[in-house]
Structure formats: structure tokens, C-alpha cells
């Protein structure tokens, strides 16, 4: 134990004199979320403003029929009605953004409308645009104005307008904020932690196996009176701390991403300290561990393999895609934690993170992870040690 512990810090303090490295354990992890919370904050609070205030340009054809909503559009400050548009070109001028909806009523409307028929207003508009802004704010000016024939209606034939609402609907959602929010932010979560630990794991597993041959150190590492699997065990320990540190930081950098947005809902945000309480932080990094093990002797064997920096960083760069796709199956809707998605590597962490952000986490399930991820671990650890005793995987000829 003294010797993997003697190699643990020789090869620590080769990983510090590493700035990538230290980047992926300490800068980017710490940044990552306040950046991304504030960039999104920012961009999206202009657009949503810009929506709110953009004037719309509206061409409107009434055909001389519902004047009391033409007057009440032409009422507007926030709308530019134009009269002078005929009904063929309108697709064209949506099309080419000279204009940004049009309305259209039909020549029978008032008659139908006063025969108690129902009449047509057709609404044009592009999806693409605004975030609909166009079809959002028109949508509401049209629903007013038919509530307002609805009531004209209803007091005309002197009726009570309850008569067609006969039943009146309660919701009662059960969940907890905190289940509403941990299932969809818990989502998202592990898809960050699971990356940030696969880099994390990879820049010091390069520089501890292929980094090491390129230098023609780890002939002299090996020639010293130690076993090969001490010495796997010390370079396999400080990739894992790498692996680890990035997780936690990355916790860390969300936790202060969240007390920087002032704009966050004060229910929400206390639901999102809910979610990071002591026990639910200690439960996810210890989901995290055994991955992270599993991450260093899987990216320690590529490392061993190759035969330069190179090669190795060629194999490693696709791994982070086959890495990314259980963690996105994930984030599906319908994919939950059962018997079977728990035995399913990297993705059991993601929906395991989520149902205990959320505070849903069944004993048995989590205990079926645990138990598949620590298999995982071992054997992963197992596979790199015979690999690593291979002299011929580590002397492979260029």
C-alpha cells in the first residue's frame, strides 16, 4: 500500500505540471454552469424582450365586416395595420418578412356572426419567426374579441354563460416542486457530470500511458523494484481523482450558477437547494465513483495500447460520443429507472441522478446500481491490470 501510495504522488505531481489537466479537474468544471446559466439568462431575457416590445406589421382585410375588432387593433400602439395589402400576395410578403402576419375576415362574417352561426377570421403567420410571436399576440386580440360575441350572445338570448360550462375542473398536482424541477434539471445534470468525468479522466490517462512512452519514462517506472500492477494501481488512482475532482467541481459550479440568477422564481430556487442537499450530493458522487473507476482503467488501457500520444488521442476523441448516448437515451421521455435500464452502464447513473434529485429514489433500484456499477468498476480494473501486464501491449512495436 506504501508503494501505490509512493506512485500515487509521484504520478499527482506529474498530472499538476499538466495544464490541460488542471483545466478539465478545477477551471472548466467551476465554469462551465455560471457561464452557460448566464449566457442562456441573458440571451433569452433579450429575446423575450425584444418579442414584448417588437411592433408588429399586420396586414389586415376586413371585407367591411367586424369593425369593432378593426377598431381595436387599430387602437394598438404595438401593432402597424396595413389596409393596402390584397389577399394573393400575403405569403409572398410573410415569406420575405415585409410583413409579420396578416388577418383576413370573411364577407360573410358579421351576417353569420348575427345569425348566431359561427363565422371565420383567417390568421397568417410563419412559425419560424419570434418564437411565434406574431400567432401568440393576434391568437389572444382574436380570443378576446370572440369572448366578447360569446357574452353579446349570452345577454341577448338572455341565458347565463355557465350553461355550457357544466363541468368545472381542479387540479391538484401532488408532486413537490422539488419533483417537478428534479426531474427535468436531474435530467440534464448527469449529461454534464458524465462528460465532465470522462474528460476529466482522459487528459491524465494520455499523459500516464502513451504521454509516458512518448517521454521514455515508463521504462524506468517499470524497471524499479515494483510490481506492474502497484504501479497501474498508483497511475489508475490519480486518474480517477482527476475524474472525480471534475465531477465535484462541476457541482460546485452549478451550485454558485444558481446564486448568481437573481431572476430565479423564489420557490424554484428553493427547490433547487432542496435538490442539492448533503445526502442527495453524497448519494450522486457515489454513483459517480465506481464509474469514474470504470472511466480511468477503460481510458488507462487505451493509453497503455497506442502507440503514441497521438494514436491514443485519435482512439479516446470518438469514445466521448458512445459516452454521450446512454446519458441523451436518458434524457427521453419515458426512459425510467427499472430493473433493467439499472444495469445499463453510464445510463443507470443518469436515471438514478434524476430520480434522486428529485427525491423518488427507490432502495431497491438504487442498490441494483450500485451493484452493477461496482461489477463494472472491477472488472474494468481487472481487464486493464492483465492488459498492463502484457509487455508486448506496452512495448508495441511502431
Known sequence: MKTILTIFKKEFKDITRDRRSMMMMFIIPMLLFPLLFTIAAVFTTRQAQKVRTKTLEVALITNGNAEAFRETLLKRDDLKIREDITEDIIPQLIRSDSIDAAIRVDEQFDAQIADLQRGQIHLYFKSSRDMDASRNRLTSLIRDYENQIVNDRFQRLALDRTIVDPVQVRRHDIASQRERIGKSVGGFLPYIFVLMCFMGCMYPALDLGAGEKERATLETLLVAPVSKIQILLGKCGVIVLSGFASIANSFIGFFIAVMLQR????????????????????????????????????????????????????????????????????????????????????????????????????????????????????????????????????????
Not at 282 to 292: A, D, K, Q
Not at 340 to 349: A, F, G, K, M
Request: glycine content about 4%.
Open 263 to 398: 431572476e430565479i422564481v423564489a420557490r424554484i430556487l428553493d427547490a433547487l437547494q432542496g435538490m442539492f442537499e448533503i445526502s442527495s450530493i453524497l448519494l450522486v458522487l457515489s454513483l459517480c465513483l465506481p464509474l469514474t473507476i470504470f472511466f480511468a482503467a477503460a481510458l488507462m488501457s487505451v493509453s497503455i495500447f497506442a502507440k503514441s500520444f497521438k494514436e491514443a488521442q485519435s482512439i479516446m476523441a470518438p469514445l466521448n460520443i458512445i459516452i454521450i448516448i446512454p446519458v441523451f437515451i436518458g434524457l427521453l421521455p419515458g426512459i425510467e429507472l427499472n430493473a433493467i435500464t439499472s444495469l445499463i452502464p453510464v445510463l443507470n447513473v443518469s436515471l438514478a441522478s434524476k430520480e434522486i434529485f428529485a427525491g423518488t429514489i427507490k432502495l431497491p433500484l438504487l442498490f441494483e446500481v450500485y451493484a452493477s456499477l461496482i461489477a463494472l468498476a472491477a472488472l474494468s480494473l481487472y481487464g486493464c491490470a492483465r492488459w498492463f501486464e502484457r509487455e508486448s501491449t506496452i512495448f508495441r512495436e511502431t
